[in-house]
């Protein structure tokens, strides 16, 4: 039987520590990942804003030229 002193000391061995190193290391690794993937496959623009900015304005909702409503 082991007696309490005896439960308490450390292994020899370190099995527990590889264990934590090793799966710290493959969960950076894995969301590395993610973060690569999601940096590369994000869309340059995601506000919104017009590509073409040479003086036209129409992609912002507003007319160029108001017109009165038919009465």
Do not use: C, D, W
């Not at 894995?30 to 869309?43: M, N």
């Amino acid at each position: 039987m082991t007696t309490p002193t005896e439960a308490r000391q450390a292994s020899p061995r370190k099995t527990n520590f590889r264990v934590l190193i090793i799966s710290t290391v493959i969960t950076v690794l894995i969301l590395g990942g993610f973060v690569i993937a999601f940096i590369r496959y994000t869309p340059a623009k995601m506000e919104g804003v017009p590509t073409n900015t040479a003086g036209n304005h129409a992609s912002q909702g507003s007319p160029s030229e108001a017109k009165p409503l038919a009465e």
